[in-house]
């Protein structure tokens, strides 16, 4: 059997907390998802002022990064350079960048999506939460 490495509760606030003081020393109001492998939710916070929307985005960018172990500005370059046909791709619906894989070892344990800022913004906000793992 394979053994892999997950995410504990402990190491997701660790990131949620990293990540908001980032957003934070630069006044963003932004939401911020985490997520496991797979995509599913772990943890999700909205501050104040942040439009609603960005909820969902946070979630989709979050599990799209998780889903195909990449950056979700990978698909909105691919996009944006003409393929689009890569819209109709079945699961991902958050192809807009701000979504940020946890890696480790060459496992993605997770993703860190966020919403609420311009998206170099946003991945700003999510790398700061995963570097404070030390990845």
């Known amino acids: 059997m394979l053994s892999k490495q997950v995410l504990t509760l402990d190491e997701v606030k660790k990131i949620a907390a990293a990540a908001e003081a980032e957003a934070r020393a630069h006044n963003w109001a932004v939401t911020i998802s985490v997520v496991d492998d797979g995509g ?17 985005m946070a979630q989709a960018k979050a599990k799209t990064a998780a889903l195909g172990r990449r950056e979700t500005k990978i698909y909105e370059d691919m996009i944006n350079n003409g393929r689009f046909s890569f ?34 913004e946003d991945v700003q906000i999510a790398r700061a939460g995963i570097a404070s793992l030390g990845l």
């Open 87 to 120: 819209m109709s791709a079945p699961v991902l619906e958050g192809m807009i960048e701000g979504g940020v894989p946890i890696m480790a070892d060459g496992q993605c344990l997770g993703a860190v999506g966020v919403s609420g800022v311009r998206s170099a």
């Open 40 to 56: 599913q939710l772990l943890w999700l916070q909205r501050m104040d002022g942040v439009a609603p929307i960005s909820v969902d």
